[in-house]
């Protein structure tokens, strides 16, 4: 397993045409991010896991053999067209485990304001985890953390977009979508890139009343039915630990954390 | 739980003056809180205390290491679904070697052993709901 270091900009032949917009975003001067290049491997997040990488290194891959959604859900990623990333991020010693869930929503929000940005479509988060262009699935987050003793070692933020996929087989195409299928346009990867590294150094150092905020304004899960354990309520605010709150039929609140959500209307 | 039970649990809460209940079981978590459904508008920055994650206890298994859990979560023992335990109850375990999941909304967290030994309890079955500060794991130090 052959990978391309870039943290000084190095050119090589062997990255992607599209990708090397990184080359110069590597080399600006205020960005923090080293890049290590992968033709194919299982999966970014597992090679950020399993070497030690210093902090602030994005894992990029032209394709995932292993590339999965939570848990292992399948996620279709042809080679070469899409966006397989991983930064790799080594909190401070303060920050709490349960800080964590804030990060994921920053990283998010930071794909979503990117894509909106590059493309002009109506990009938005879907609580928790994913990246939704209308109705359809276009990317999603994946963050592992290592923790020790309490300690946040290191967090992961697995970032899977798709980018130029032509079409989906049978059984995803009322699910899933991409950005060239949604406009027709092929996109620079390395330019998607670099702006939702852009976006993430932002709002990951925003206030949390502010990610939130934002968060709320542009995803739909807000405001829309939802099924909860057998009831259905509107998803009415997200809390700063990540969980939902949903307005219950019957008037009650409940908090949302560890259950599938699921439209009811 | 059906949709009747959840109703019979709402009734119930209704007659008493409990304000929150939460309700755990086969990993499906439900929580009910009385009250205003509208949390505040930009709730404030709230520092969460760090888990001491690693405690030694003070009674009859006084040389017995608890690893506790540092955020509410659902804990795995494995890193993927069908996948073997990461460890099992009489394992020899090395500082720094990953113990279980716990996830917290779509967030994988990996604990690691902070110290060498032998697991001498395993608190949770795989999928349970789990609270912060709650025991997951006893290492007998080597």
């Known amino acids: 397993m052959n990978s391309l270091q870039l943290p000084c900009g190095i050119y090589d032949e062997t990255l992607p045409e599209d990708l090397r917009p990184l080359r110069e975003f590597s080399q600006a001067s205020d960005a923090s991010y080293s890049f290590v290049y992968y033709g194919s491997i299982n999966s970014t997040n597992d090679t950020a896991k399993s070497g030690d990488y210093p902090a602030e290194t994005v894992i990029i891959a032209d394709a995932q053999v292993n590339g999965r959604g939570r848990f292992t859900r399948d996620w279709y990623s042809p080679p070469g067209v899409n966006i397989s990333m991983s930064i790799a991020l080594?909190?401070?010693?303060?920050?709490?485990?349960?800080?964590?869930?804030?990060?994921?929503?920053?990283?998010?929000?930071?794909?979503?304001?990117a894509l909106r940005a590059e493309t002009g479509l109506d990009v938005w988060p879907k609580w928790p985890?994913?990246?939704y262009i209308g109705t359809r699935k276009t990317g999603g987050i994946l963050s592992e953390s290592i923790i020790l003793g309490g300690r946040v070692l290191r967090l992961i933020i697995g970032i899977g977009i798709n980018v130029n996929t032509p079409g989906f087989p049978a059984g995803l195409k009322d699910k899933a979508t991409s950005l060239t299928l949604e406009t027709g346009m092929t996109?620079?990867?390395?330019?998607?890139?670099?702006?939702?590294?852009?976006?993430?150094?932002?709002?990951?150092?925003?206030?949390?009343?502010?990610?939130?905020?934002?968060?709320?304004?542009?995803?739909?899960?807000?405001?829309?039915?939802?099924?909860?354990?057998?009831?259905?309520?509107?998803?009415r605010a997200l809390n700063e630990d990540g969980s939902l709150v949903i307005a219950l039929e019957n008037g009650e609140a409940v908090t949302s954390s560890g259950i599938t959500i699921a439209p009811c209307h | 739980m059906e949709i009747n039970d959840i109703k019979e649990l709402i009734e119930l809460i209704k007659e008493t003056d409990i304000t929150?209940?939460?309700?755990?079981?086969?990993?499906?978590?439900?929580?009910?809180?009385?009250?205003?459904?509208?949390?505040?508008a930009?709730?404030?920055?709230?520092?969460?205390?760090?888990?001491?994650?690693?405690?030694?206890?003070?009674?009859?298994?006084?040389?017995?290491?608890?690893?506790?859990?540092?955020?509410?979560?659902t804990f795995y023992r494995s890193?993927?679904?069908?996948?073997?335990?990461?460890?099992?109850?009489?394992?020899?375990?090395?500082?720094?070697?990953a113990l279980c999941i716990v996830e917290a909304m779509k967030l994988m967290n990996e604990i690691e052993s902070e110290v060498n030994g032998v697991i001498v309890k395993i608190f949770h079955e795989n999928?349970?709901?789990?609270?912060?500060?709650?025991?997951?794991?006893?290492?007998?130090p080597l």
């Open chain 1, 129 to 131: 985890n994913d990246v």
């Open chain 2, 42 to 73: 930009d709730p404030p920055a709230v520092k969460v205390p760090v888990a001491e994650a690693l405690v030694k206890d003070t009674d009859e298994n006084v040389n017995y290491l608890t690893v506790k859990s540092p955020i509410v979560g």
């Open chain 2, 79 to 97: 890193s993927t679904p069908g996948a073997a335990p990461l460890v099992e109850l009489g394992d020899t375990v090395r500082k720094g070697q």
């Open chain 1, 90 to 113: 080594r909190p401070a010693d303060d920050v709490p485990a349960a800080a964590l869930s804030l990060l994921n929503t920053a990283a998010s929000l930071a794909v979503s304001r």
């Open chain 2, 20 to 40: 929150e209940l939460r309700y755990e079981k086969d990993g499906m978590r439900i929580s009910l809180k009385r009250g205003s459904s509208t949390p505040p």
């Open chain 1, 187 to 235: 996109y620079s990867r390395g330019q998607l890139i670099a702006s939702i590294l852009r976006e993430f150094d932002q709002c990951r150092r925003c206030a949390p009343g502010h990610v939130i905020s934002e968060w709320t304004g542009m995803s739909k899960t807000i405001g829309s039915y939802v099924y909860v354990a057998g009831q259905c309520g509107i998803a």
């Open chain 2, 127 to 140: 999928g349970t709901a789990v609270e912060y500060g709650e025991p997951l794991f006893q290492i007998n």
